[in-house]
Nanobody
């Protein structure tokens, strides 16, 4: 079974940067959207950024101008460059792939901690 493997999380000071990566362990046909979500302690999982196969991007208002999503379709890999990190960005970040007919695959998550 194909898995999504995230990497790049860690501890960073406020104002710092991190780059998350997520790669599929095998092939996935019919990918529509790849993206990142996050879940902070005691909160619901929320969208951070997504990118469609044709390059359309969608960002949460709270990360616009600070985070950049990109992807490598050939490698089935999605990245999240996070700059100007804030303590409120602290969360577990999950990779997601949405593919036809209407399926979703999730990674196990990578923890990002931003200290003040």
């Amino acid at each position: 079974q194909v898995q999504l493997v995230e990497s790049g999380g860690g501890l960073v000071q406020s104002g710092g940067s991190l780059r998350l990566s997520c790669a599929a362990s095998g092939s996935i046909a019919g990918i529509l959207v790849m993206g990142w979500y996050r879940q902070a302690p005691g909160k619901q999982r929320e969208l951070v950024a997504t990118m469609s196969t044709d390059g359309y991007t969608n960002y949460a208002e709270s990360v616009k101008g600070r985070f950049t999503i990109s992807r490598d379709n050939a490698k089935i890999t999605v990245y999240l460059q996070m700059n100007s990190l804030k303590p409120e960005d602290t969360a577990v970040y999950y990779c997601n792939v949405f593919f036809r007919p209407a399926m979703a695959l999730w990674g196990k998550g990578t923890l990002v901690t931003v200290s003040s």
